[in-house]
C-alpha cells in the first residue's frame, strides 16, 4: 500500500543581509520512499520560476534536530530549542532557511507511525529503481 502524506512548513529564508523572508514549503513522506524525506518549495520562490523539490534523508533531519548534521548538499543544525536550521547548496549558490522545530518534529514523528525507525523495507524499492533504470534486460 502507498502511502504518502504532506505537512505545510513555514521557513524563514535568512538573507546575506540577515532579513528573514517568509517562504512556504511542504513536508512530504512516502512509505515507498521510507528513508527519505521531501521539501517541496513552490515556482514563485525559485529562481528559475518552478517548484523545487529537495529530498535527504530521514535520519539526517532527525539528527539535525538536536546536532548540527548533513554533509553535501543539505546540512541541519538545531538554532536554539525552537528553531532548526536547513542549509542546502546548489549550483547556483546557498539557501539558509529555518523552521519551527516543533513543527518538524511533528512532521517525523507522523513519518514513524507509517513506517517505524529500523523498519523501512528497501528492498522494494532497491527492485523499482533497478526495474526503472534496466526495465526487462
Request: glycine residues 10%.
Amino acid at each position: 500500500m502507498e502511502l504518502t502524506f504532506e505537512q505545510p512548513a513555514r521557513g524563514r529564508l535568512i538573507t546575506a543581509d540577515e532579513r528573514e523572508l517568509p517562504v512556504p514549503a511542504t513536508l512530504r513522506y512516502a512509505a515507498t520512499d521510507p528513508l527519505a524525506v521531501h521539501l517541496d518549495f513552490p515556482p514563485e520562490v525559485s529562481l528559475d520560476g518552478t517548484g523545487v523539490t529537495w529530498t535527504f534523508g530521514r535520519a539526517l533531519l532527525e539528527e539535525g534536530m538536536r546536532r548540527p548534521a548533513g554533509s553535501g548538499d543539505v546540512h541541519i543544525w538545531p538554532c536554539g530549542q525552537a528553531r532548526t536550521v536547513v542549509e542546502f547548496h546548489s549550483p547556483y549558490g546557498l539557501a539558509l532557511l529555518q523552521f519551527d522545530t516543533a513543527a518538524l518534529r511533528r512532521f517525523l514523528l507522523r513519518t514513524y507511525a507509517v513506517v517505524a525507525a529500523g523498519q523501512e523495507d528497501i528492498g522494494a524499492a532497491v527492485e523499482e529503481g533497478l526495474n526503472s533504470l534496466f526495465g526487462s534486460v
